[in-house]
């Protein structure tokens, strides 16, 4: 075992703040990788302060963290796909018993015996999984994924979650050629969605709370951007859309989206707010609507996004922070002020 800087939060009211953890020496399909880069989700916020207790409770200290980006210090004796100096990413799986249907069909993220990167039971330490708010962490290296070069790495780390997180449901949408899709919340998640949208050539519309947010959704790729607060415009495209991805982070009123379908048309949910979501059943059965969800999406099918963003050059739009500056980051996530994710310089960990 070795000592890593870490940022953790000791309860779900205090402040992230510098700890020691331990990481593993790496065996032999390990890779030992010095982290560059993470980004800030609001699944971290969610965790850190146990938003999520009925369904994943936290377990603390907890280092929060699963957008990582670093350099390769070391690997094991039996790793075959990585050297060290090579850039690679880790998001927010980091195993899976790689046997189940689950793991097969390569959807490790519903594999029962799944570990996430942080806040799962650590299999090797005993205790949790701590995250990429650290200076180091050790990897099996099936669940580690190459970086294209040509990428900034800043903006390549929110790709592992927010990247794979929207990029998911639009492929397994289908051919999204010329559909008007639809996304509601333009923060991390949001943003990328908004970029894959466009890229594989929908007609993309962004649904915000946040007026002073309209020039850079047009910027980031939107057709049109509603103001969702304005009924007026909300009314005008009701009934109008095949397909609307729903990234907010907090409670709302879901209906208002089954509203916005035609017929047949589906509400994808990736936003995770604390509570239940309200659901009528007359916005569903009118229309014959659809309303799913979706979770990150498996090893194989974000290697394949890391490439087709190497590919037409995506990466997020990030302020890059000082792990110092983690407390007031979060402060902004809960004000919906993110343009578009935060991105931690994990030099600056260096420095305490
Ligand atoms: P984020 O950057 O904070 O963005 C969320 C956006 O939702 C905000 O920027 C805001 O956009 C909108 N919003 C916030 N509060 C709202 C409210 N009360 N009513 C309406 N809109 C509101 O968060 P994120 O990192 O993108 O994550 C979004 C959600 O997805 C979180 O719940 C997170 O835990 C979850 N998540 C799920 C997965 C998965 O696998 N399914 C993966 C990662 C994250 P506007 O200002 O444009 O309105
Ligand atoms: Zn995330």
Request: charged share 25%; no cysteine.
């Given at each position: 075992m070795f000592k890593a800087k870490a940022y953790s939060a000791s309860s779900?009211?205090?402040?992230?703040?510098?700890?020691?953890?331990?990481?593993r020496e790496p065996s032999k399909r390990d890779v030992q990788i010095e982290i560059l880069f993470c980004g800030i989700c609001h699944s971290d916020l969610h965790t850190a302060r146990n938003e999520w207790s009925s369904v994943m409770p936290t377990t603390y200290p907890c280092v929060p963290g699963h957008e990582i980006v670093?350099?390769?210090?070391?690997?094991?004796?039996?790793?075959k796909s990585f050297n060290p100096d090579e850039i690679v990413g880790v998001g927010c799986l980091v195993d899976s018993d790689q046997s189940c249907p689950a793991c097969q069909a390569n959807v490790e993220q519903f594999c029962p015996d799944s570990t996430f990167t942080y806040n799962s039971p650590d299999k090797h330490l005993g205790g949790v999984t701590y995250g990429g708010y650290s200076e180091?962490?050790?990897?099996?290296?099936?669940?580690?994924?190459?970086?294209?070069?040509?990428?900034?790495?800043?903006?390549?780390?929110p790709l592992l979650c927010a990247g794979i997180t929207t990029y998911s449901p639009i492929r397994r949408w289908g051919d999204i050629k010329g559909k008007k899709v639809g996304v509601v919340g333009l923060g991390g998640l949001g943003h990328m969605g908004v970029k894959f949208a466009k890229a594989f050539g929908a007609h993309v519309v962004v649904?915000?709370?946040?007026?002073?947010?309209?020039?850079?959704?047009?910027?980031?790729g939107a057709d049109e951007v509603i103001i969702?607060?304005?009924?007026?415009?909300?009314?005008?495209?009701?009934?109008?859309?095949?397909?609307?991805?729903?990234?907010?982070?907090?409670?709302?009123?879901?209906?208002?989206?089954?509203?916005?379908?035609?017929?047949?048309?589906?509400?994808?949910?990736?936003?995770?707010?604390?509570?239940?979501?309200?659901?009528?059943?007359?916005?569903?059965?009118?229309?014959?609507?659809?309303?799913?969800?979706s979770l990150i999406g498996g090893l194989k099918e974000t290697q394949e996004m890391l490439d087709f963003c190497g590919e037409h050059n995506i990466t997020s739009?990030?302020?890059?922070?000082?792990?110092?500056?983690?407390?007031?980051a979060y402060e902004r996530l809960v004000k919906s002020d993110v343009k578009y994710r935060f991105s931690i310089d994990m030099a600056s960990l260096k420095a305490e």
């Open positions: 779900a009211t205090s402040p992230l703040a510098l700890d020691n953890i331990q990481r670093g350099r390769v210090i070391k690997v094991g004796s039996d790793v180091s962490i050790v990897v099996d290296e099936k669940f580690v994924l190459k970086v294209p070069g040509n990428l900034n790495l800043a903006g390549v780390a649904f915000t709370t946040s007026p002073g947010k309209k020039d850079d959704a047009v910027r980031l969702s607060t304005d009924t007026e415009q909300m009314k005008k495209h009701a009934g109008s859309f095949d397909f609307i991805l729903d990234t907010v982070s907090a409670d709302h009123d879901i209906n208002v989206y089954l509203g916005m379908l035609s017929m047949d048309g589906t509400v994808t949910l990736v936003g995770a707010p604390e509570k239940p979501l309200a659901v009528s059943a007359f916005a569903l059965i009118f229309g014959r609507k659809n309303l799913n969800g739009d990030v302020e890059v922070i000082p792990i110092q500056k983690v407390n007031e």
